[in-house]
């Protein structure tokens, strides 16, 4: 609740002032009736903000202000007044007023806007002061830290760096560090992307060593501590520390272990390792490079080596190698290459462009892998499932036919078989048939569950879409979904008519549904709930089974199955009495928000 003290020498504008902030619910308001006053309550109570009139007894509202400012500098000062000149409004900003209401016309519109201004006044100055006093925690962490204090972007970029970090690396000037590529400040250059590989990977690293050198050449041997985030525009920044460690007694073990790491890094990989200039020529290669196209290191290295690239793939890649821009430096390709032996085989490349101070590609890293098998795997896969779903289809079609003709027969006997115990065994039958008939269509559903690739759904569109396919009635769906987007299986969608469809069935005098969206840490909490009777607790896990339940017994069953493909959740967390409560649990990366959807 925002505390307001309202200052005019009307004291009727004043109740009326206090009666229309406070029905609000989100104002309680202290008046006084001169400027005198008014500086004698905030002498004993915090006010959130100040309205005035200009017009005051004994002195005016500028004047007031500026013996407010000289006090209170960050206390939000809002004037209310019928005076509306053009030099008072400047004189009113010029001493630090944050807003002007000019009183006049209706007083419902006017009080909304005075509302809305001390609302958007107090959230200004709020956040000024919240950045205040984080830049100077910010600069006082980078002013006394004996070690340097680094922020760098992903394209191996100064963001900002203390002055620790000049001395360290013998530098004049902020301007001239500044201006140095990351990379270059490495010993061995290439090191820098190993350090980035294995940050990605770990999301941090602590004290990991590295070798780097200063501006005269001299090597320095440091430990370096550094996180990564990731910033509102989706790029990397990195945030870090580098400790100082060079002691001639520890440097010599120290490179070699490092020399070590490296190449054990590198040549111990089965994926192919390369860098290479624009050109085609290598710089280096690793052993898995070398075996792969049966060549020596001697052979490619030094030298122009480019694979025999399948003709209809010549052009994409072409295409991906110059779409790595310094903003987008880094990428992945699949493409298909001639071997020597003229098979086809397929790799799948991460390619990472390395830029000059100009944005121009000095040579690219890359880092590859056959996927022949996986491909060739994939493709019987999906011959697979075409022959098998072309198979349950004519075998579901004829089934189908032949249960028509039972059921049909089956009927005729209920209605004209006059012995009792022959319509009970007919009945018998019709149920089973019933039965045949409901696995069957199970079958036609779902035989494409987990069959394609996750994909990214909007809730809110897909809750859109069930509402149409089914006939709610007396039942209002409401949502609060703010954006959310999930990664799942297409048949998604299913997992919610599902859901509301066993509202529809079980909850007969269910009258609303309500589904929202909550983050937990790092996972996001999807919650369905319905105002009908609920489920007991000793079938609270019992429902998710197949075959549970008076119909098909797969409803919720199939609701899991379909969820628990992208790693998701379900568990019913309702109080009997007081509705249904099923609660979705997504996990951390599988889920986004949109933003200005709902």
């Known amino acids: 609740m925002i505390t307001v003290l309202f200052v005019d020498d009307e004291p009727m504008l004043l109740e009326l002032s206090k009666r229309y902030l406070e029905t609000t619910g989100k104002f309680r308001v202290d008046t006084a009736t001169s400027a005198q006053a008014a500086l004698g309550k905030l002498e004993v109570s915090p006010y959130d903000a100040v309205v005035s009139d200009y017009q005051l007894p004994g002195m005016d509202g500028i004047t007031f202000l500026t013996v407010l400012r000289s006090r209170y500098p960050d206390l939000p000062f809002l004037f209310f007044t019928g005076r509306g000149r053009e030099e008072v409004v400047i004189g009113a900003f010029e001493k630090g007023a944050d807003c002007f209401v000019q009183k006049g016309g209706a007083p419902k519109p006017q ?21 205040r006093e984080s830049e100077q925690r910010y600069h006082a962490f980078f002013a006394t830290t004996k070690d340097s204090v680094f922020i760098t972007s992903d394209d191996s970029r100064w963001i900002d760096f203390n002055d620790a970090a000049i001395q360290l690396f013998g530098y004049d000037t902020r301007d001239e560090l500044a201006a140095m590529h990351i990379s270059d400040l490495y010993l061995v250059p290439e090191e820098r992307q190993v350090h980035l590989d294995y940050i990605r990977g770990h999301g941090h690293s602590r004290e990991y060593p590295v070798r780097l050198r200063r501006k005269d050449g001299t090597p320095i041997i440091a430990l370096v501590s550094t996180v990564s985030v990731t910033d509102p525009a989706g790029g990397t920044i990195y945030y870090g520390t580098v400790r100082d460690i060079t002691e001639k007694s520890r440097q010599d073990s120290l490179i070699r272990e490092n020399e070590e790491l490296f190449r054990n890094i590198v040549e111990d990989q089965t994926e192919f390792v390369c860098r290479f200039l624009p050109d085609g020529t290598h710089v280096f290669v690793n052993e898995a490079y070398c075996r792969y196209f049966g060549k020596t290191r001697d052979e490619i290295t030094g030298h122009r080596f480019i694979p025999a690239i399948h003709p209809e793939d010549r052009e994409q890649l072409r295409d991906h190698l110059a779409g790595l821009t310094p903003e987008n430096p880094v990428a992945s390709i699949e493409h298909r290459i001639i071997m020597p032996d003229g098979s086809i085989r397929w790799q799948h490349w991460s390619d990472r462009a390395i830029m000059d101070d100009q944005g121009r590609v000095r040579e690219y890293q890359s880092v590859g892998r056959d996927i022949t098998e996986k491909k060739e795997t994939d493709r019987a896969l999906r011959q697979a499932h075409q022959k098998l779903n072309m198979l349950s289809s004519i075998t579901r079609h004829d089934i189908m036919n032949k249960l028509l003709t039972l059921r049909g027969y089956t009927r005729l006997i209920q209605e004209e078989a ?10 018998a039958i019709d149920h089973a048939a019933r039965a045949i008939d409901e696995q069957l269509q199970f079958t036609r559903d779902y035989q494409d569950l987990g069959m394609q690739a996750p994909a990214w759904i909007r809730v809110a569109d897909i809750l859109d879409q069930v509402k149409g396919q089914l006939e709610l009635g007396r039942i209002r769906l409401e949502t609060g979904l703010d954006g959310v987007m999930v ?3 297409p048949l998604f969608s299913r997992a919610w008519y599902n859901l509301i469809d066993n509202t529809l069935r079980h909850a007969p005098q269910a009258t609303g549904i ?16 319905d105002d009908g009777p609920g489920i007991p607790a000793d079938q609270k896990e019992r429902i998710f089974d197949r075959g549970f339940g008076k119909n098909t017994g797969l409803g919720l069953f199939i609701v899991r199955e379909i969820l628990a493909i992208t790693g998701m959740t379900i568990r019913e967390n309702g109080v009997v009495g007081s509705g249904a409560r099923f609660e979705i649990t997504v996990p951390g990366g599988m889920y986004r928000k949109d933003a200005g959807k709902s």
């Open 418 to 427: 006059q012995d009792l115990e022959i319509r009970t065994y007919a009945d």
């Open 111 to 131: 009080f909304t806007e005075l509302m809305h201004k001390i609302e958007q006044a107090v959230r200004h100055r709020a956040a000024e002061r919240e950045l």
């Open 487 to 489: 990664c799942a299986d």
């Open 514 to 529: 309500r589904v929202t969206a909550e983050e937990a840490g790092d996972t996001l909490l999807l919650v369905y709930e």
